[in-house]
């Protein structure tokens, strides 16, 4: 069984740019979540989705926004890149809707902007 | 604020020794805990859950404890060989959160 895929696996950017990035949850799957990781913050939650629904958000500005599709796989964007959003972008997988069920992560992206 | 957080930054453990990794965590309400270990440019790697409703839950080569009445979770594993230096994090989740909360990690080195 294919685990948890992410898209691009390295990505370079400039300041004020807008980047995507894709996820692909093992199969069966229908809860994808995203997480931001860098050395300062450690690992931060973005945001959850079951069903094409959002179910809860971080503290994070609204430049970061998510969605999943219909087949489960999920992006997310990042409008107006700064700096600071410099960092290892991961997406991990569940096959429950409830909260309490293992999630699995996917490689990440690692997000550099210049 | 409400945080899960690791006792130790690093942990340097001679191989073939037992280590143990400590975790506390401040929401009582917190009930699914999950230990994940991860390797240089990999992303976290599910090694163990316990729910609330346990104290103690055993794996190949891991043990996860969790004692309630101090908030306190840890990981335990057997016979320490060179594969297991990684960093470990700690994650926690509330009911109808949908979100793991995680701590700052733990890099466990060993030694040959």
């Known amino acids: 069984k294919a685990g948890v895929t992410q898209t691009p696996r390295y990505l370079i950017k400039t300041r004020g740019q807008q980047v995507t990035l894709s996820c692909s949850p093992i199969s069966g799957h229908r809860s994808v979540s995203w997480y931001q990781q860098t050395p300062g913050q450690g690992l931060q939650f973005l945001f959850e989705y079951f069903s094409e629904t959002q179910r809860n958000k971080g503290n994070f500005p609204g430049r970061f926004s998510g969605r999943q599709f219909s087949n489960s796989r999920s992006e997310m964007n990042v409008s107006t890149l700064e700096l600071g959003d410099s960092a290892l972008y991961l997406c991990?997988?569940?096959?429950?809707?409830?909260?309490?069920?293992?999630?699995?992560f996917g490689q990440g992206t690692r997000l550099t902007v210049v | 604020g409400e945080s899960v957080g690791l006792h130790l930054p690093t942990l340097s453990v001679q191989e073939g020794d037992n280590s143990i990794i400590n975790c506390a965590y401040s929401?009582?309400?917190?009930?699914?805990f999950i230990w994940y270990k991860q390797e240089s440019g990999k992303g976290p790697q599910f090694i163990i859950d316990i729910r609330s409703n346990m104290d103690k839950r055993q794996g190949q080569r891991v043990t996860v404890l969790l004692n309630k009445t101090v908030k306190h979770l840890s990981l335990q594993i057997a016979a320490t060989q060179p594969g297991d230096s990684a960093v470990y994090f700690c994650?926690?989740?509330?009911?109808?959160?949908?979100?793991?909360?995680f701590g700052a990690g733990t890099t466990v080195t060993v030694r040959a």
């Open positions: 994650a926690e989740n509330r009911s109808n959160d949908y979100k793991l909360s």
């Open positions: 991990a997988s569940s096959f429950s809707s409830g909260a309490n069920t293992e999630a699995f």
């Open positions: 929401n009582s309400a917190s009930d699914y």
